[in-house]
């Protein structure tokens, strides 16, 4: 049977093993940026996401492991990557949030041909902004990516923030089986007409942590990456304060996040500042408060007995800017772009109706504009002139929360409902709320076909994706 398990249950058992278990470091690949091409195979693995006594879950990553290395590179440097397909399907790997060339984005069909079984692809490219970013397939990701192919890219400034340790959670939420296997009804009807593939067992680098070992008095740089297909996290730090210090790699105004929760949707990245404050022996507890009643302990800081320093150090917080194109906002072109579909959405009106009926008989269940991206092959939603600044003004009329993320810009999130934002964030994957409207500004400044999508792998395989042409 496919029964989910009991995260209780499992908490339970692990805790019988006692112990204070550290997070284990990933492995770090530093690209060597003259010599040979760091190579990363993506292939059928195995994964302890849960601790003894349970067994090994068997997975798709790279180099077989789950998350793939933690690739590190310096602000400017070239990164390059020889992607080897040892899957029984084609793949590809695209660079989330990383301003690429756009034959370098890794899009099946439409900025490359997909890399063959067995075969491999050179990936190579600078990196033009610092931050957190991500890597993934591109090519049926939905169940490329839920099986645990993603890995973390750290681009570091030449200036960072001063902290004790910097660290990267890479946040996954896997459904599993009884058995401790991955369920594999992959892509199903139901998840794609509601929130997506949810799953039932959540990971930070793979593993499910107990604890974590920290200092009083230490700060942290933490480096969260959602690469969940679905899932949304709201992390309670409880009586910890953390501080915004970038978002999907890019630096903003340090910042606390809404009602102390730090939210963050697929694909999405948040740089926190984060002090810990608490007593020598005591314990902290980090709960995912997100769902109404799906809320759960995720890991607990268990502070070491002797402290690190009494007081709370005052480092600067403040990321040194990414060379990004300011975008005129008065003098932008306007697009208005409609979100339909999905189950409960709002009716949708006139002419469009029956189009969307149709291609929902096909099996497309979310829209953009009216249309349903099927196929390989797609016109462009919208041709932007090469340089021009441009503001799209989105519109979900669904129930259902996206992240929409655009490939190879970064784009300012300018207002919410009508309403200038307080920080005007630079973002690649912005989360809109049921019904939200959200306006967000850039510079067509990088020429080629770009995916624009739902980050909702489920929602972007239904339909919900497009491309914009810049040239
Ligand atoms: Cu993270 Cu179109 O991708
Ligand atoms: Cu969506």
Known sequence: SQGPISRRGLLRAGAALASVSLLSPMRTAWA???????????????????????????????????????????????????????????????????????????????TQA??????EFLYAFDAPDAGTFWYHPHQRSFEQVGRGLYGPLIVEEANPIRVDRDLTWMLDDWRMTEDGQLADDFGSRHDAMHGGRIGNTVTINGKIPERIAVRSGERLRLRLINAANARIFGLDFGD?????????????????????IVVIGPAMRLDLVLDLTGRPDAVETVTDVFYDGLEYRLVDLAYDPDMLRASVPDWSMVLPPNPLAEPDVAAAARHRIVFNGGMMGQMMMGDAMGSMMGQMRQGNMWFINGVAATGHIMDPLLTLPLGSSQIFEMDNRTAWPHPIHLHGHSFRVIARNGQPTRHREWQDTVLMAPEERVEIAFVADNPGDWMFHCHILEHQAAGMMGVIRVD
């Open 32 to 110: 060597d940026t003259s010599g040979s091409p760091l190579r990363l195979r993506a292939a059928a693995g195995t994964a302890g996401l849960r601790s003894a006594p349970y067994g090994s879950t068997d997975i798709w990553g790279y180099d077989g492991i789950v998350p793939g290395p933690e690739i590190r590179v310096r602000q400017g440097d070239r990164i390059r990557v020889m992607a080897e397909n040892g899957l029984d399907e084609e793949t590809t790997i695209h660079w989330h949030g990383i301003r690429t060339p756009n034959a370098m984005d890794g899009v099946p069909h439409l």
């Open 114 to 119: 997909p890399i063959p079984v067995g075969g």
């Open 240 to 260: 910890l304060e953390p501080v915004i210090v970038a978002m999907d790699g890019q630096p903003v105004a340090p910042h606390a996040p809404r009602d102390g």
